[in-house]
């Protein structure tokens, strides 16, 4: 069974940085990507973040290029999400999600971590 365990979030000032992490528990990585979504009140999720299985590609939203980085260390079964220079407009309930092809779209994902809330105050 297949289950994600996010945490980290909470409340920043803009400008200021937060790191999410996703505990992946059986899990196979060899074929699938893993990614970041978010969804603010109102509004449909959107993908932030997208890793390859092998770790070595990366893509991003264009809102949050340049300031997210995802990682992930396998030998910890643990996806990342650095956020830097956080705005108001970041502020959304963050997701993680595995079993998906390389794409910032949320259906092409098949398992979901639990959320975890962001609130930028500027």
């Known amino acids: 069974q297949v289950q994600l365990v996010q945490s980290g979030g909470g409340s920043v000032q803009a400008g200021g940085s937060l790191t999410l992490s996703c505990a992946v528990f059986g899990y196979i990585y060899n074929d699938n990507c893993m990614g970041w979504f978010r969804q603010a009140p109102g509004k449909e999720r959107e993908g932030v973040a997208v890793?390859?299985?092998?770790?070595?590609?990366?893509y991003y939203a264009d809102s949050v290029k340049g300031r997210f980085t995802i990682s992930e260390d396998k030998a910890k079964n643990t996806l990342y999400l650095q956020m830097n220079s956080l705005r108001s407009e970041d502020t959304a309930m963050y997701y993680c999600?595995?079993?998906?092809?390389?794409?910032?779209?949320?259906?092409?994902?098949?398992?979901w971590g639990q959320g975890t809330q962001v609130t930028v105050s500027s």
């Open positions: 999600a595995a079993g998906g092809t390389y794409s910032l779209l949320a259906s092409r994902y098949t398992y």
């Open positions: 890793i390859s299985p092998s770790g070595s590609s990366t």
